[in-house]
C-alpha cells in the first residue's frame, strides 16, 4: 500500500499548478499517489493536469463535469485515495525539498498517529518568507504521541487542514467529510482534532502557504462569508452527537466568537450594507450555543451587546489612527491639487464611449499592438476617435500627418483621459492615470516572455534593479484586459501580474503583418535601408545582459562575421531598445554600419518591417524570436552564454532545449551553421514548427480586428476565442500561411 494520498483540487491556477506539481513530484520518497481533482476549471488547469499523468504514472485526475467548490473537490478525491494517510494540498502551494520523507520518517517514529501537524511558512509575492509565530508548539508538546484534551494549545495553531496528514482509516471510521461553502475547514478540523486519539507533531516547514497578493478567495468582499455561521452549526451538531465531546463545547463557543468578530473587523470580507446583519447573526448563535455557566469577557463580550455598541468600541479604537491617515490625505491633495484640478473637474462629467487613449513604448509614438489596434480601429469603426499620448515635443514631428496626439502631463492629457473609456498600452500608464469605473484598460505587453518579468524579478535582485515591482503591480490593477499569443504567456502574465484582469486569447496585433506576409512585402523597406535584391538578409538582434552593468555584451565580432557570411549576404543588427543610446554602438557598430560593413537598424522605428526584409533571425535570448516565428522563416539561437543570462536574469523555459531553430554555443559552431548550410535544413523546419505550434498558437492574422471587434465595439458574433496557428489552418481563408521573403538565393557555403 502507498504511503501518501495527496489530493489536489485545482480551480483557477494555472499560474502556480506546475510549481505545486514539481514540487510534489520531485520529492525524494515516491511512495506516493497524486490525485488531482479539476474543479472543472475555466482555465488550463485541467490540459496541465493531464500533461503530467501523461508521464508520471503516480498522478490521476479527476475532471469533475461542474464547479462544486473546494471542500467538495476534496470529497470527490477521497474514494479514489489507496494511501495509508490523506494530504490535502492546495494547488497554489508547495512542499519543501525532504519534507514527505521528513512526514514518513515521523509517521514511522510514531507508529502512524491518527494526525501528523507540521509546520509551514508563509511565501509572499514580494519574495518574503515569514514562518508560523506559532511554531514552538510544535516542539513544547514533545515526542510521542497525545490527545487535543492533553495539549489543547495544538489548537492555537492555525487551524486548517493542509497543515496535517491524516490516517486514512481514522478518517473513514469516522466519516469526516468536507461540507460547501466558504470555510469549509472549519467543520473538518475541528471534529478531526477533538476526534483524534493519536496525535503527533513534526517541527519542521514543510510547505509553503503562498500569501498571493490577490486572487485569495477569502479575501473577496461577499455575503458568502455569512457561511462560517453554517461552518460552526455543523461542527456544534458533531459535538453534540458525540457525548464524549461535550466538554470541548466551551472552548468551541469561545472560538466562534472569536472567528466570527474577526472576519467583520476585516476591511475585505462583507460588504458594509451586510456588517450589522452579520453581527445580529454572529450574537443570536453566540447566545444559543453558549453552555450553561460559560463566561463571556474579553474580545467576545461585545456579542452580548448592541451592533451600534460593537461600533462605538471599533470607532474609539481607530480614532488616533483615522486622524493621522486624514492629515496625510489632506497633505496629498494640497500637493496634487494643481496638476490634477482639471482631471477631477472633467472625471465629474460622463465617459466618452467613443475616445480611446494610445500609448507605446512610454509614449514613443505610434508603435507596436496599440499601433496596429489603432490602425484597425480606424478601417473597421471610423467613429472611434483614437488620440496618442508621447512624452515631448521632440516625438511630435515624427508622427504620422493625420495623427492627433497629446503631450504627456499636458492640461489637454489631464481633459482626455479625464473622459476616456478605453486606454491601450503596452507598458503601465503613469500612477496619476486614475481608473474610473466603465473605463476599459487593454495591456498588450511586448511580445511573449521568455524572460522574467515583474513579481517574478523578485528572486533576482540584479535583474530589479532600479525597478519598483510593488508600483508596477499598483498600475497593472488599472488592466481590464490582458492580450496573448499563447497559453504560455497566459499563465506567466497571470503568475508575474497578480492582479484582476481577464486573459484574451487574442494573438499579436503586430504580428498580423508579419502572419499575412506576402512575397515581395519587404522590398520597400530593403530598398530605404540600402540592402541589395539579390541578398540574402541576416537578421542579428540581441538582447541586454542583466549580469553586466549597462547590459551590453559583444557575444559576436560583428566585422568578423559579416565577412564570414560571404559575397551576396548582408548582416543587419538591431540592438534592443534599451541599449540604443548607450556605448553600444560607439563600440564599432557605428563604424561598421558607416564603412558599409553591416547595416545598423537599431533606429528603425517598426521592427516587424526590418523583420519582413530580412531572411533569417539570429538572436540569443530576444523575444523578438517569437515574433519572428510568425514568418516562418529560418532562425538560429546563439547561446554562448546561457548559463550566466538564466542565472542572472531568470527564464520560464530553458531556449536551448525547445528553440525555433539550431541553437549554437561558440561562434565557431554559429559560423559553421552558415557555411555549411544547416540554418536552413529539415531539423531547422522541424525545430520551427513545433516552436510555432507552441507560441503563434493564436496568432491567425486577424488579432488586431478581434481585439477591435471584441472589446472596443463589443461584438458578440467576436467572442474571443482561440485562432487557428498558421501552421494548421491551409483549409481555412482566416488564417494565411506566411510566406518567404522573394528574390533571395539560399546562403552558399562560404
Known amino acids: ?80 485515495a489507496t494511501g495509508d494517510f490523506l494530504f490535502f494540498l492546495d494547488s497554489d502551494d508547495t512542499l519543501t525539498p525532504g519534507a514527505l520523507r521528513a512526514m514518513a520518517d515521523c509517521l514511522d517514529e510514531t507508529a502512524d498517529p491518527d494526525v501528523l501537524v507540521f509546520d509551514y511558512a508563509r511565501t509572499y509575492w514580494w519574495g518574503g518568507t515569514r ?44 466519516g469526516f467529510a468536507f461540507p460547501p461553502g466558504y470555510y469549509e475547514d472549519t467543520p473538518w478540523t475541528f471534529p478531526v482534532m477533538f476526534s483524534a486519539e493519536r496525535i503527533a507533531t513534526l517541527d519542521r516547514i514543510c510547505l509553503n502557504y503562498r500569501q498571493r497578493r490577490q486572487g485569495n478567495i477569502l479575501s473577496t468582499t461577499s455575503r458568502k462569508h455569512f457561511d462560517v455561521h453554517d461552518q460552526y452549526a455543523r461542527v456544534f451538531a458533531v459535538v453534540d452527537s458525540r457525548p464524549e465531546l461535550a466538554s470541548w463545547r466551551p472552548y468551541l463557543h469561545r472560538k466562534l466568537g472569536e472567528h466570527c468578530l474577526d472576519i467583520l473587523a476585516k476591511p475585505d470580507r462583507l460588504p458594509p450594507s451586510d456588517k450589522a446583519e452579520f453581527f445580529r447573526r454572529t450574537a443570536e448563535m453566540f447566545r444559543r450555543h453558549r453552555p450553561a455557566g460559560a463566561s463571556v469577557d474579553g474580545e467576545v463580550r461585545v456579542l452580548a451587546g448592541s451592533y451600534a455598541a460593537y461600533q462605538v468600541r471599533r470607532r474609539a479604537g481607530r480614532a488616533g489612527r483615522e486622524l493621522g491617515r486624514r492629515a496625510l490625505q489632506v497633505r496629498r491633495a494640497a500637493a496634487g491639487r494643481g496638476k490634477g484640478g482639471w482631471a477631477a473637474l472633467h472625471a465629474r462629467r460622463a465617459l466618452d464611449p467613443d475616445l480611446a487613449i494610445y500609448s507605446a513604448f512610454s509614449h514613443r509614438g505610434v508603435l507596436g499592438d496599440p499601433a496596429a489596434i489603432y490602425h484597425k480601429a480606424r478601417e473597421i469603426a471610423p467613429h472611434l476617435r483614437g488620440v ?58 511586448q511580445g511573449t516572455p521568455l524572460k522574467y518579468m515583474a513579481a517574478d524579478l523578485l528572486t533576482k535582485p540584479g535583474a530589479r534593479h532600479g525597478v519598483d515591482v510593488p508600483q508596477m503591480l499598483r498600475r497593472a490593477d488599472r488592466w481590464d484586459y490582458s492580450l496573448v499569443a499563447n497559453r504560455h504567456s497566459e499563465l506567466v502574465w497571470e503568475r508575474a501580474y497578480p492582479c484582476h484582469f481577464t486573459s484574451v486569447r487574442t494573438g499579436s496585433p503586430r504580428n498580423d503583418v508579419l502572419v499575412n506576409a506576402q512575397p515581395g512585402d519587404g522590398d520597400a523597406v530593403r530598398a530605404r535601408l540600402g540592402l541589395p535584391a539579390d541578398h540574402t538578409v541576416v537578421l542579428y538582434a540581441p538582447t541586454r545582459r542583466e549580469y553586466r552593468r549597462g547590459g551590453h555584451v559583444d557575444r559576436i565580432d560583428l566585422a568578423r562575421f559579416a565577412d564570414d557570411l560571404g559575397e551576396g549576404h548582408t548582416l543587419v543588427v538591431r540592438l534592443h531598445p534599451s541599449l540604443a543610446t548607450g556605448p553600444a554602438r560607439g563600440l564599432g557598430l557605428a563604424e561598421l554600419h558607416r564603412r558599409g560593413v553591416v547595416v545598423d537598424a537599431t533606429d528603425e522605428p517598426h521592427v516587424e518591417e526590418v523583420m ?22 529560418p532562425i538560429v539561437v546563439h547561446a554562448d552564454d546561457w548559463g550566466a543570462y538564466a542565472a542572472s536574469r531568470g527564464a520560464y523555459f530553458d531556449i536551448t532545449a525547445e528553440p525555433p531553430g539550431h541553437v549554437s554555443r561558440s561562434y565557431r559552431e554559429l559560423a559553421w551553421l552558415f557555411a555549411s548550410g544547416s540554418w536552413r535544413d529539415a531539423e531547422s523546419a522541424r525545430l520551427r514548427a513545433s516552436f510555432r505550434a507552441r507560441f503563434c498558437e493564436f496568432d491567425d492574422g486577424r488579432a488586431a480586428e478581434r481585439v477591435v471587434r471584441t472589446l472596443l465595439l463589443g461584438e458578440e458574433g467576436w467572442t474571443p476565442r482561440p485562432a487557428v496557428p498558421a501552421q494548421a489552418a491551409s483549409d481555412t481563408p482566416a488564417a494565411q500561411v506566411p510566406a518567404q521573403a522573394s528574390g533571395h538565393d539560399l546562403l552558399a557555403p562560404s
Open 1 to 80: 500500500m502507498l504511503r501518501f494520498s495527496i489530493i489536489v483540487p485545482c480551480f483557477k491556477v494555472q499560474g502556480f499548478l506546475r510549481e505545486c506539481l514539481d514540487s510534489v513530484l520531485g520529492q525524494s520518497y515516491r511512495d506516493i499517489e497524486v490525485i488531482a481533482v479539476d474543479d472543472r476549471s475555466p482555465d488550463g488547469c485541467g490540459a496541465i493536469l493531464d500533461e503530467y499523468a501523461a508521464r508520471d504514472t503516480r498522478v490521476r485526475v479527476l475532471h469533475l463535469p461542474e464547479n462544486v467548490g473546494l471542500g467538495r473537490a476534496r470529497n470527490a478525491g477521497m474514494p479514489h
Open 131 to 174: 514562518r508560523n509565530a506559532l511554531a514552538h508548539v510544535l516542539a513544547e508538546v514533545g515526542a510521542g504521541t497525545f490527545t487535543a484534551a492533553e495539549h489543547p494549545e495544538i489548537l492555537d495553531l492555525l487551524m486548517v487542514v493542509w497543515n496535517k496528514v491524516y490516517r486514512r482509516d481514522f478518517v473513514e471510521e469516522n
Open 388 to 445: 496618442w499620448v508621447v512624452q515631448d515635443e521632440q516625438q511630435a514631428p515624427l508622427l504620422p500627418p493625420d495623427v492627433e496626439y497629446i503631450l504627456l502631463g499636458s492640461l489637454r492629457y489631464r481633459q482626455l483621459t479625464a473622459r476616456a473609456t478605453y486606454f491601450v498600452n503596452n507598458v503601465n500608464w503613469p500612477g496619476t492615470l486614475l481608473k474610473r469605473p466603465g473605463s476599459v484598460h487593454i495591456h498588450t505587453h
Open 612 to 633: 519582413l526584409a530580412s531572411d533569417v533571425l539570429v538572436t540569443d535570448y530576444s523575444a523578438l524570436m517569437f515574433d519572428y516565428a510568425g514568418l516562418d522563416r
